[in-house]
């Protein structure tokens, strides 16, 4: 089936640092690719699709000048979190158009926690 | 704007009894989906559900989808432990590629 990896998947960084974040699509091509925050016991919220080739969309009030995404080929997306701060601490799941239509998958997730 | 809700948002039961998780949402849509979370992983696909009416099953797991009355339900019979995760629904954005979540209901299954 579809595999979606995710690295690292903890980082912990200092504030003012930038962290890159990957998501691979394994065993197929995927064209486009979703980034997603989570907090705490919350739910996801979706931060920006992706899409090969092109500029990311990103979702009202995320900044994507602190959040770059590229997606420079058919199995690889990444999430820079440029200059970070505490409040940037959360755990980040990407995901995947899958093999079929309608289905997804969703990466292993990263924890960054920035000191 | 699509919104997507669940309730319950916590749900404490016994192994052995049956329960319900809701989802409704707000505007028309052709992909419903339910996933699982445990503690500190990321999400397992359950269920897709593309059609009103649409029915499935997978082991004491059974999501349906009504589409006009825009509701979705995740039944849970006779509850083990294992079963013990945070569920999500999402729904699909008309037209557009993006899924928008609900709260998530968080399952707790005591012996």
């Known amino acids: 089936g579809a595999v979606v990896s995710q690295h690292p998947s903890r980082v912990i960084c200092k504030s003012g640092t930038s962290v890159k974040i990957e998501c691979r699509s394994l065993?197929?091509?995927?064209?486009?690719m979703f980034w997603y925050r989570q907090f705490p016991k919350k739910s996801l919220m979706l931060m920006a699709t992706?899409?090969?080739?092109?500029?990311?969309?990103?979702e009202q009030g995320v900044e994507k000048d602190k959040f770059l995404i590229n997606h420079a080929s058919l199995t690889l997306s990444t999430l820079t979190v440029t200059s970070a701060h505490p409040e940037d601490s959360s755990f980040y799941i990407c995901?995947?158009?899958?093999?079929?239509?309608?289905?997804?998958?969703f990466g292993s997730g990263t924890r960054l926690t920035v000191v | 704007e699509l919104k997507v809700e669940q309730n319950p948002l916590f749900l404490s039961m016994q192994e052995g009894k049956n329960y319900t998780i809701y989802c409704n949402y707000s505007?028309?849509?052709?992909?419903l989906y339910w996933y699982r979370q445990d503690p500190g992983k990321s999400l397992e696909s359950l269920f897709v559900?593309?059609?009103?009416?649409a029915v499935k099953q997978e082991g004491r797991l059974m999501a349906s989808l009504d589409t006009k009355a825009r509701l979705s339900t995740l039944h849970i019979t006779a509850a083990v432990h294992d079963l013990s995760a945070t569920y999500f629904c999402?729904?699909?954005?008309?037209?557009?590629?993006?899924?928008?979540f609900g709260q998530g209901t968080r399952l707790t299954i005591n012996p």
């Open positions: 995901s995947a158009e899958g093999l079929d239509r309608y289905g997804y998958t």
């Open positions: 065993d197929f091509q995927a064209t486009t």
């Open positions: 992706s899409n090969e080739g092109s500029k990311a969309t990103y």
């Open positions: 505007t028309t849509s052709d992909r």
């Open positions: 559900l593309l059609s009103n009416g």
């Open positions: 999402a729904v699909a954005v008309q037209g557009a590629q993006k899924l928008v």
